[in-house]
């Protein structure tokens, strides 16, 4: 990558904690890093490390020629305010895209955010990429946590809706009680012709079945344990 562009990129990555998920995505992120050619800088700090020490690193890494991106592993412990921290993150290095700025650019037409949340871009590409026509379709997304569900409807917004007739609706679920399905819950009342984005952080038994032949279905898991 040096050779490409002259400078070797720099990734930082601030964990706090000890939460087994978020270190095995950290690990994988820095051997993404490796085989890409980008230098890993990580700061691993103890579960009742500081804000102010947070932030210290975070500026750390600001101030630092050497480091173009940085990422601070959410979540994070729960007496650390989460939106101080991710404010701090110099917007042009706020490579998750949660930084409040690139969040309203994502929201306003003709905005271009610097950096985009990666999961619900990806959906956006796979769209684009299959040729997948939305006109005419509905938009469900399911959740509106800020990584994957806000932005994911945002984007299907602002980006999507200009394709024309596109409606979209969002879905918060509860995670008790479990007396049906996500599926049996949302999917009763959707018909057809739909883009159906969910996120589900727990495990729940999902039904296929229940989806018919012309919805496209985006499913993440992400089962979390502490």
């Not at 993404?32 to 230098?39: F, L, R, T, V, W």
């Not at 650390?80 to 930084?99: P, S």
């Amino acid at each position: 990558m040096k050779e490409a562009l002259g400078v070797v990129p720099g990734l930082a990555v601030i964990l706090v904690g000890d939460r087994k998920d978020s270190a095995t995505y950290v690990r994988n992120k820095k051997k993404a890093c490796e085989d890409a050619g980008i230098k890993s800088f990580e700061a691993c700090l103890p579960k009742d490390a500081t804000e102010e020490e947070v932030l210290k690193h975070i500026s750390s890494s600001n101030n630092d020629p050497a480091v173009h991106g940085i990422l601070v592993q959410l979540p994070l412990p729960s007496h650390i305010n989460e939106q101080n921290v991710l404010n701090a993150v110099c917007i042009e290095k706020d490579v998750d895209g949660f930084h409040p700025l690139n969040i309203g650019r994502l929201a306003m037409r003709d905005r271009e955010p610097l950096f985009v949340p990666c999961t619900p871009k990806g959906c956006i590409e796979l769209l684009h990429r299959y040729g997948v026509v939305i006109k005419g379709k509905r938009a469900v997304v399911i959740g509106r946590s800020n990584i994957v569900g806000m932005p994911a409807a945002l984007l299907l917004q602002v980006r999507l809706l200009l394709a024309g007739n596109l409606s979209i609706k969002i879905f918060q679920f509860e995670k008790k009680p479990l007396k049906y399905t996500i599926y049996n819950l949302i999917l009763n009342g959707l018909g057809t012709r739909t883009v159906l984005v969910s996120y589900i952080a727990f495990k729940a038994k999902a039904s296929p079945s229940n989806i018919d032949g012309s919805t496209l279905l985006f499913k993440f898991w992400s089962n979390v344990r502490t």
